[in-house]
């Protein structure tokens, strides 16, 4: 298992914290830093995610944990044609 200490700043693009439906629901609508937001998202594996930026920038006491989230590899869903 892949953890935010194992990968360098660089590979953030390519890994996603993985999340469960209740730790999803826990950081909807909560702060990460001053500011800014937990965006907890699906994948195209219907995963719920949240990128490794919000993880290594989480300065919210309440939410330390998101930095020991499993990672996996980010597989975005398609973006929808515009019409």
């Known amino acids: 298992m892949i953890q935010l200490k194992d990968i360098k700043l660089e590979q953030y693009d390519l890994y996603v914290g993985l999340l469960t ?10 702060q990460y830093a001053p500011d ?3 965006n907890p998202l699906q994948d195209l594996n219907e995963n719920w995610v ?3 930026e919000e993880m290594a920038n989480c300065v919210n006491e309440e939410f330390m944990w998101v930095k020991d989230l499993p990672l996996i ?9 515009i019409n």
């Open 73 to 81: 590899i980010y597989e975005p869903k398609p973006t929808p044609p």
């Open 36 to 38: 800014c937001y937990f």
């Open 21 to 30: 439906e209740v730790q999803k629901d826990s950081l909807l609508v909560q």
């Open 50 to 52: 949240i990128s490794v």
